[in-house]
């Protein structure tokens, strides 16, 4: 019999997102690397680790580094009690964060840690280190909006049982006495009290479905192409994007992800946060479509403004998005059917109809919890096809027209602190 909600996944297929970090959508990570960032007050580095200034670099056996920013030392003495978690995408690295850090160290001060790393047990080891921390925000780029989901699910935990309370939450550690935090009635993120979490140009609805892929031009043939080809090239992952992954009458790893389901609540751990912003290209971005990333039916996205924001540059639209009500994610006997068309043979009709029936489910789902929605049109940058990395500036001078879009965001995480938070319906 097939399962009627999005929260029927077997265990084993509820771990989608993980092995290889560059080839999966989660690493749980059992190598403890975030162990290895000190605390700003510590006067050495840990074992392992070179020092640069306020920068701790920890070699990686590929050759890669791990960056632990302290965000300077400050005057008072006093160390920081934000943890903000930088998380990349796909095929990306920490060093892709390189201009974004700086940018955001200048402009939160001393109070934020920004930790760029992989997550999970990475960052439950941050905090254990660092017994100021009270909250905690995350900003990832394209996929790793999909990690960041997918790890606040893990890191969530709910303590007390009135919304509006506040209590303390015994954190374990890895060495020494357990930890106090703080927890509310929707819980908290790793004991920490749930801040922001932005995503820029991430995929929340998959790839599936006309100029989702943006590369791919709407031309039926290439996106009949890209589905069954996707797995070859990046693995489980692809599958996942395309909401073809895993058995035909289970529904696929992102519907699930937009529900609570017994072993992981993805909407209460969204909920938890103060704050939740979507970062989206509304065009030029050949890599994820302006609908999947601002979390938009094809009816409401409308004519793309050109006008930018005083003081922040390609930022076109800000728009406040209440939550919505619903029953949903489901997935229905018609959508296994459907699921399983779209697997064996992938054409333009089998594919169309399974995508929209998901879309609608997804959105179904993500609805629940109020958005922010940035638009961020590139039009009049001197290389605007490089939207999808000019929006969180991978590179300081091939991708520096997003400065103004990145200000923003440091900006909204300030101004964050003392707002009120976007509400949810659950």
């Known amino acids: ?55 701790y670099l920890y070699p990686l056996s590929r050759g890669s580094t791990v960056v632990c920013s302290v965000m300077g030392t400050p005057k008072s003495k006093q160390e920081p009690d934000h943890l903000l978690v930088l998380v990349h995408g796909i ?46 925000s995350f900003l990832a780029h394209s996929l790793g909006g999909l990690f960041a989901r997918y ?53 929340h609805l998959g790839v599936r479905g006309r100029n989702q892929l943006p590369f791919l031009q709407g031309l039926s043939i290439l996106e009949k192409l890209a589905a069954p080809l996707a ?19 289970k529904p696929p790893l992102l519907l699930q992800m937009a529900s609570d389901c017994d072993d992981k609540k993805y909407i209460l751990a969204l909920a938890a946060f103060k704050n ?15 609908r999947t990333s601002s979390l938009r039916r094809e009816k ?11 003081g922040y540059k390609h930022i076109v639209n800000v728009e406040y998005c209440s939550p919505v009500s619903s029953e949903g994610p489901h997935f229905p006997s018609k959508a296994a059917r459907a699921k399983e068309a779209a697997q064996r043979t992938p054409n333009r009709e089998n594919t169309e109809g399974y995508h929209q029936m998901m879309e609608e489910e997804m959105i179904h789902g993500l609805q629940k919890v109020g958005w922010k929605k940035v638009d961020v049109n590139f039009h009049s940058s001197f290389w605007p096809y490089s939207a999808h990395n000019n929006i969180h500036v991978k590179n300081e001078w091939l991708h520096n027209a997003g400065a103004g879009v990145i200000a923003h965001v440091a900006d909204s995480i300030k101004q964050q602190e003392s707002r009120a938070c976007l509400p949810a319906n659950l």
């Not at 797995?231 to 009458?249: C, E, Y």
């Open 91 to 136: 095929m990306a690295s920490p060093k892709d964060w390189t201009y974004g850090e700086a940018v955001l160290k200048r402009r939160l001060g001393d109070n934020f840690f920004i930790y760029g790393r992989r997550l999970a047990n990475e960052v439950l080891d941050v905090v254990n280190k660092m017994p100021t921390l009270r909250k905690i």
């Open 151 to 203: 790890a606040i699910a893990v890191l969530h935990s709910v303590e007390t049982k009135n919304a509006g309370q506040s209590s303390a939450l015994i954190v374990p550690t890895t060495k020494g006495p357990p930890k106090s935090r703080w927890t509310s009635g929707l819980g908290s993120i790793a004991g920490l009290q749930p801040i922001n979490f932005i995503t820029l140009a991430t995929p």
């Open 231 to 249: 797995p070859l090239i990046v693995g489980r992952t692809g599958a996942q994007l395309f909401l073809t992954d895993g058995d035909p009458s």
């Open 276 to 290: 939740r912003v979507l970062y989206a290209n509304v065009s030029y971005d050949h890599m994820v479509g302006w």
């Open 300 to 310: 409401d996205l409308i004519k793309p403004l050109h006008r930018s924001l005083d």
């Open 1 to 55: 019999m097939v399962p009627s909600t999005a929260c029927s996944l077997p265990h084993g297929l509820s771990l989608g997102f993980s092995r290889s970090y560059n080839s999966r959508l989660l690493r749980l990570s059992r190598t403890g690397l975030g162990a290895a960032c000190s605390s700003p007050s510590g006067s050495e580095s840990p074992s392992g680790l070179k020092s640069a200034g306020n920068l």
